[in-house]
C-alpha cells in the first residue's frame, strides 16, 4: 500500500534494528484518513472471505479494525489487556508478550462476543514475531470460531512471525512490510504480492 509505506517514510523511526516508531500516525497519534485507506484495503484483500467479525487487541488494533468493520460491516472486538471490573465471568484468555514494553500480559474477550462458528478477521498493528497474532488464534480457537484471515498494517518481514503463520496455513496480508530496519534506514520487502 503506497500511501502507508510513503507515509512510515516520512513520519516512522527506526529507532533500532528492530524497532520502529509510527507513533505520528498509528500508535499514539492516529491519522483518520490514512485509517479510512487502511479499511479499504482490507476490505480490498479480504473481500473473497466471509468475515462475521473483526478481533484486535488493543490499543493501537483499534482504529484501523474500526475503519476494516466499517467497510465489511461487522463489528469489532478487541481483547483487553488489563482485567476490568465489567469483563469478569465468561471469559475466552490467552498470553501475549509484547517486544517493545517488554512483558507478558494476559488477554481477554468476553465468550459471547465471538460464538461457535463466527468467521473472524484478525486485524493488529504490527507483525514481528507473531505473538500478538497466535494470542488472537488462541481466543478465536478457543471460541470455536473460524479465522478467515489475518491483516497487518506493518509487517517486520525479517522476523518470524509472517513466515511462520504463512507456513501454517493462515493466510495473512501486510499493508508494508519491513525487510530491515538497519543503520536507522527503513528498507521495504519488494514483493508485489502476500
Not at 113 to 132: H, S, Y
Amino acid at each position: 500500500m503506497d500511501l502507508l509505506k510513503e507515509r512510515i517514510m516520512k513520519d516512522g523511526t527506526a529507532l533500532s534494528d528492530t524497532v520502529l516508531k509510527v507513533d505520528e500516525f498509528l500508535n499514539h497519534q492516529i491519522d483518520p484518513e490514512l485509517m479510512v485507506e487502511i479499511g479499504k484495503e482490507f476490505k480490498r484483500r479480504f473481500s473473497n472471505k466471509k468475515i462475521d467479525k473483526i478481533l484486535t487487541l488493543e490499543s493501537s488494533g483499534i482504529a484501523p479494525s474500526v475503519m476494516a468493520g466499517l467497510e465489511f460491516g461487522v463489528p469489532v472486538v478487541f481483547a483487553r489487556k488489563r482485567k476490568s471490573l465489567t469483563l469478569d465471568d465468561g471469559l475466552l484468555t490467552a498470553d501475549v508478550y509484547s517486544y517493545t514494553k517488554q512483558e507478558t500480559n494476559n488477554i481477554a474477550v468476553a465468550e459471547k462476543f465471538i460464538t461457535p462458528g463466527d468467521n473472524i478477521l484478525i486485524i493488529d498493528d504490527f507483525l514481528a514475531n507473531g505473538e500478538a497474532a497466535n494470542a488472537l488464534i488462541h481466543i478465536v480457537k478457543k471460541a470455536q470460531a473460524n479465522v478467515s484471515g489475518i491483516g497487518i498494517v506493518i509487517e517486520k518481514s525479517f522476523q518470524k512471525g509472517g513466515r511462520e503463520l504463512r507456513d501454517n496455513g493462515y493466510h495473512v496480508e501486510s499493508l508494508a512490510r519491513i525487510e530491515s530496519l538497519s543503520e536507522g534506514s527503513i528498507k521495504f520487502l519488494d514483493e508485489v504480492t502476500n
